[in-house]
């Protein structure tokens, strides 16, 4: 059983930089691959972006990439994401994820944080 915590999210305006970490215990975060995905209110979460378990493969979804950045840092337990050029269309809950494999699938990951909230102001 693995369990993610979020942390770092907040207001920041448009424009605006922020790094989003998730702390990985319970299990050995380097066996899976991990992504973060968002919601936003009244719609459906959504993948963001997703890492395999040694790095070496980076998903983005299309409307975040070339402004976000995930990492992750196994030696830690932890997963990253940078997020510079913030737009309002961003706000939303940001939840990161784990997944025997790399994907973009929501259902495809097992374990889920419970999220933290980013609010982008225009």
């Known amino acids: 059983q693995v369990q993610l915590v979020e942390s770092g999210g907040g207001l920041v305006q448009a424009g605006g930089s922020l790094t989003l970490s998730c702390a990985a215990s319970?299990?050995?975060?380097?066996?899976?691959?991990m992504g973060w995905f968002r919601q936003a209110p009244g719609k459906e979460r959504d993948f963001v972006a997703g890492?395999?378990?040694?790095?070496?493969?980076?998903y983005y979804a299309g409307s975040v990439k070339g402004r976000f950045t995930i990492s992750r840092d196994n030696a830690k337990n932890k997963l990253y994401l940078q997020m510079n050029s913030l737009k309002p269309e961003d706000t939303g809950v940001y939840y990161c994820?784990?997944?025997?494999?790399?994907?973009?699938?929501?259902?495809?990951?097992?374990?889920w944080g419970r999220g933290t909230q980013i609010t982008v102001s225009s």
């Open positions: 890492i395999s378990w040694r790095g070496g493969n980076r």
């Open positions: 319970g299990g050995t975060n380097s066996t899976y691959a």
């Open positions: 994820a784990a997944s025997r494999i790399l994907t973009v699938i929501t259902t495809e990951y097992d374990y």
